[in-house]
């Protein structure tokens, strides 16, 4: 079984900057792809972001590529959403999530609690 525990959400202007962390917890932990969804109000869950276990290759949805960058650091077994230049339409719950990559997507098999991300404009 894989834990997974996000944090850094909160409010921000439009044009500024979060970082949300996601820390890994489990025996097969680092083995896991890992990557972030997003859930606007009224809306699906969408992907955001994924990266191989090494960390090297990594994927964007289109609407989130230049702005938004995926990291993970297996030392500490976590995982962060650098996310620049936010606009009014990124706020969303932000959900970490452990699977398997398919194609340029995560499929999930464990998912965090999710953390609020507000853009005011």
């Known amino acids: 079984q894989v834990q997974l525990v996000e944090s850094g959400g909160g409010l921000v202007q439009a044009g500024g900057s979060l970082r949300l962390s996601c820390a890994a917890s489990?025996?097969?932990?680092?083995?896991?792809?890992m990557g972030w969804f997003r859930q606007a109000p009224g809306k699906g869950r969408q992907f955001v972001a994924a990266t191989k276990w090494s960390g090297i290759t990594t994927y964007y949805a289109d609407s989130v590529k230049g702005r938004l960058t995926i990291s993970r650091d297996n030392a500490k077994n976590t995982v962060y959403l650098q996310m620049n230049s936010l606009k009014p339409e990124d706020t969303a719950v932000y959900y970490c999530?452990?699977?398997?990559?398919?194609?340029?997507?995560?499929?999930?098999?464990?998912w965090g609690q999710g953390t609020q991300v507000t853009v005011s404009s």
């Open positions: 999530a452990a699977g398997s990559v398919s194609g340029m997507t995560l499929v999930p098999q464990h």
């Open positions: 489990g025996r097969t932990a680092s083995s896991y792809s």
